[in-house]
């Protein structure tokens, strides 16, 4: 989180000027949100973004000249601790893989609600993947074929420190509670949290939670206070 507030820093990247608006007004006027920057080009924000030094950007993919993708991918390896939001109409499966290779967390359709949204871009920033239902659908159809990973494999990713992370997550405690519990920094957290989601295979917080509930009686057991 930016060093100076306990908001979420957001940048926005549309080159469509009342889109632009009304996401820069949704930011504006949203609890725990800070808006640091408006873009209405890849090259420009590209250029500027790393100065601006959000937590998250949310950026469309058909940009003039430079397009989100390309954006994206080069300000994720300058800035690999911001999540990127793509925001867009398309929901072909290749423009979906083309925009979580270069480096974005989340894919949502142009048509998404406010609230839906805003709880979207609090979730990439805890660490989650959030994505509009029918994307989701084309992600999960494309591992279908894949061999089903197992719940041991899963459990045997997870070290002794990430597990007691997951226990105090799955009892609601918050990451600068679990911070002060442990001894270790807010950005630590963060950290254990996104390599929690990434090797349980899940997106949010719930559903990390759901995971933990059903492997706990077989191998995890819940640190005590």
């Not at 930016?2 to 979420?8: K, Y």
């Not at 405690?173 to 963060?190: A, F, M, P, R, W």
Request: hydrophobic share 35%; net charge negative; with cysteine.
């Amino acid at each position: 989180m930016s060093a100076l507030s306990d908001d979420i820093a957001v940048s926005i990247i549309e080159d469509d000027l009342s889109l632009r608006a009304i996401y820069a007004d949704w930011i504006e006027r949203a609890e725990g949100f800070k808006l640091v920057s408006l873009y209405d080009d890849g090259q420009n924000a590209f250029e500027g973004i790393p100065a601006d030094k959000p937590d998250v950007v949310l950026s469309d993919i058909n940009l003039p000249g430079m397009n989100g993708v390309e954006c994206v991918r080069g300000l994720k390896q300058q800035l690999p601790k911001v999540q990127f939001v793509m925001i867009t109409v398309y929901e072909d499966s290749n423009r979906i893989f083309k925009a979580l290779e270069a480096g974005a967390t989340g894919y949502l359709l142009k048509q998404t609600p406010r609230e839906q949204l805003l709880e979207s871009l609090r979730e990439v920033f805890e660490g989650g993947s959030p994505m509009s239902s029918g994307i989701a659908r084309k992600v999960v159809q494309c591992f279908r074929k894949s061999p089903p990973i197992t719940e041991e494999n899963e459990l045997s990713q997870l070290s002794k420190r990430e597990e007691e992370v997951l226990g105090l997550l799955s009892q609601g405690y918050l990451c600068k509670e679990i911070s002060e519990q442990l001894g270790i920094s807010n950005h630590t957290v963060d950290t254990y949290r996104r390599r929690i989601y990434e090797k349980l295979h899940v997106h949010s917080r719930a559903q990390a939670t759901a995971r933990y509930n059903e492997l706990k009686p077989a191998s995890l057991k819940a640190p005590k206070d």
